[in-house]
């Protein structure tokens, strides 16, 4: 089992950048492979991005491309989303997740996670 804890959101005018940081606690961290997803009001929770166990590898939604990395320090149990060019559509809830299946490539899909934090709030004014 994994503990994840999501801090680091909040209000920012658009254009701006916030840093999220998502602290893991419990098993390796390196078992895991980390995403990030968000739920804005009335919308389903969706991808943003993912990355490998190792870090070598990171996928994308479109919606973020080039402006969105995801990064992770395995000795410090920690991944991160740094968010730039921030967009009012960016707001919504941000939540960090974990793949504990062991695979060797991060995945898209909200399925294949099985451990969630609790979410942080990214509000995005115009």
């Known amino acids: 089992q994994v503990q994840l804890v999501e801090s680091g959101g909040g209000l920012v005018q658009a254009g701006g950048s916030l840093r999220l940081s998502c602290a893991a606690s419990?098993?390796?961290?390196?078992?895991?492979?980390m995403g990030w997803f968000r739920q804005a009001p009335g919308k389903e929770r969706e991808f943003v991005a993912a990355?490998?166990?190792?870090?070598?590898?990171?996928e994308y939604a479109d919606s973020v491309k080039g402006r969105f990395t995801i990064s992770r320090d395995n000795a410090k149990n920690t991944v991160y989303l740094q968010m730039n060019s921030l967009k009012p559509e960016d707001t919504a809830v941000y939540y960090c997740?974990?793949?504990?299946?062991?695979?060797?490539?991060?995945?898209?899909?909200?399925?294949?996670?099985?451990?969630w934090g609790q979410g942080t709030q990214v509000t995005v004014s115009s």
């Open positions: 419990g098993r390796t961290f390196s078992y895991y492979v």
């Open positions: 997740a974990a793949d504990g299946a062991l695979r060797s490539k991060p995945m898209v899909g909200i399925l294949f996670y099985d451990h």
């Open positions: 990355i490998s166990r190792s870090g070598g590898r990171t």
